[in-house]
């Protein structure tokens, strides 16, 4: 709990997220292609909600993950906190894979 002057504050939910600055190409980044280098498993890639994939922006989320992906920055956030260290992982190996972007 966090106290502000008199009022306090309490967080309800956490949600670990991951912020990358550098350069990104959009498109590429489609739940299929993370099922392609093994980043996702199959039934997440395909159920995954795409709500924009387009050369400026990804954006689509799974049950435990949201990514969004401009030219400039990466953001992957855990629906819930227990999936933090699944998003670090993911995080980690798109930039392994991708090591000319960043």
Same mark, same amino acid.
């Given at each position: 709990?966090?106290?502000?002057?008199?009022?306090?504050?309490q967080?309800?939910?956490?949600?670990?997220?991951?912020?990358?600055l550098g350069?990104?190409d959009?498109i590429l980044?489609? %739940?299929?292609?993370?099922?392609?280098?093994?980043?996702?498993?199959?039934?997440e890639?395909?159920?995954?909600?795409v709500?924009?994939?387009? %050369?400026?922006?990804?954006h689509?989320? &799974?049950?435990? =993950?949201?990514?969004q992906?401009?030219r400039q920055?990466?953001?992957a956030?855990?629906m &819930?906190?227990?999936?933090?260290e699944?998003?670090?992982? =993911?995080v980690?190996?798109?930039?392994q894979i991708?090591?000319? &972007?960043?």
């Amino acid at each position: 709990m966090l106290r502000s002057g008199t009022m306090a504050l309490q967080i309800e939910e956490d949600h670990p997220s991951i912020v990358v600055l550098g350069g990104f190409d959009p498109i590429l980044f489609h %739940p299929s292609w993370f099922r392609a280098q093994a980043l996702l498993g199959q039934e997440e890639a395909e159920q995954a909600s795409v709500k924009i994939l387009h %050369p400026d922006v990804a954006h689509w989320t &799974t049950e435990w =993950l949201e990514l969004q992906v401009t030219r400039q920055r990466l953001f992957a956030m855990a629906m &819930t906190e227990s999936r933090g260290e699944a998003v670090r992982d =993911l995080v980690v190996g798109v930039l392994q894979i991708l090591e000319h &972007t960043v």
